[in-house]
């Protein structure tokens, strides 16, 4: 047997200098907004607007921007909806993979095709909101879940991750008397741990960023969710000061408050994502390439 080679110093070097300037090209960017949304006025001022190091930090952006109610509803209004629509699509997709995943389960070809067509074609922006006008959904909260309740390429990796799971298992069950619906509740489920994970964080992570939906679809101002809301702060450039409780007080920088909504928008993902972290890589490549 052949000897493994051993990678020249040199080349290691360039390797560690590479991904060095790869996690600053990550780490900087986020590394800068948090430390201007916690930056003095002052600093702010004379760095130009964006701060790589506050000297004096301090929270007075964030309780700034929490003092008006925007932020403060639109935070609540994103919330509810990543809740609700998390777990509406966690129970949705995992009944019609678990119908899908079983061997002449009536209609399931039919209906795989056109969950694979949903993949392909999409229903366009003006049929949708057709559809969702049509339905009274104009201004109404379910307007953000129901047109996105289900997404074909959650189905097709739970499905995989369904199949892979032993027959014997749903057979013993189904002699011992248990229906379709206790076999999917007390033997699938609890097996399937983690592509539920999986699937549940690419839910919520796509409702708590979605703001094209409440951009089409919520007219009333106090119903939008923290990203249509940043969008309208941030890259609209609207001033924060007419929102805010205080406003005959002195408020930070319009940078600073910017920054302050960005990082609460970012923060509620990032808290999450390390508990589901360690079934990451098992439920997206075990759902993804077996059957």
């Known amino acids: ?140 909260y379910w307007s953000l879940i129901l047109p996105v309740l289900i997404n074909g390429f959650n189905v097709i990796v739970m499905r995989a991750f369904f199949m892979d799971l032993p027959g014997e298992l749903m057979d013993s069950a189904r002699i011992d008397g248990a ?32 703001f094209f939906t409440a951009l089409l679809y919520m007219n009333d101002t106090t119903k939008w969710p923290l990203q249509l809301v940043l969008r309208t702060y941030v890259v609209g450039g609207a001033n924060l000061g007419g929102d805010q409780a205080g406003a005959t007080e002195v408020l930070p920088p319009q940078q600073s408050l910017q920054m302050a909504i960005l990082v609460i928008s970012i923060v509620p993902i990032l808290l999450i994502y390390p508990f589901l972290q360690r079934h990451f890589a098992k439920g997206v490549l075990v759902g993804a390439v077996k059957g």
């Open 179 to 210: 229906g379709e619906l206790q076999i999917l509740l007390r033997v699938v489920l609890p097996l399937s741990k983690a592509v539920l994970a999986v699937v549940g964080l690419f839910y919520a992570v796509a409702y708590w960023n979605s």
């Open 1 to 140: 047997m052949s000897a493994v080679a051993t990678p020249h110093p040199v080349a290691r070097g360039l390797k560690g200098i590479v991904l060095l300037l790869a996690c600053a090209l990550v780490v900087l960017p986020f590394l800068s907004v948090v430390s201007t949304s916690l930056a003095d006025p002052g600093q702010v001022a004379e760095a130009g607007g964006f701060v790589l190091w506050p000297e004096h930090p301090t929270l007075e952006s964030y309780r700034a921007v929490l003092a008006g109610d925007a932020v403060t509803q639109a935070l609540m209004v994103s919330t509810g909806v990543t809740a609700v629509g998390t777990a509406l699509s966690l129970a949705c997709t995992a009944m019609l993979a678990y119908a899908l995943s079983r061997p002449g389960s009536f209609g399931s070809k039919p209906l795989l095709l056109t969950v694979l067509f949903t993949l392909l074609f999409s229903p366009g922006m003006i049929p949708s909101y057709l559809m969702v006008k049509q339905l009274g959904l104009l201004d109404s």
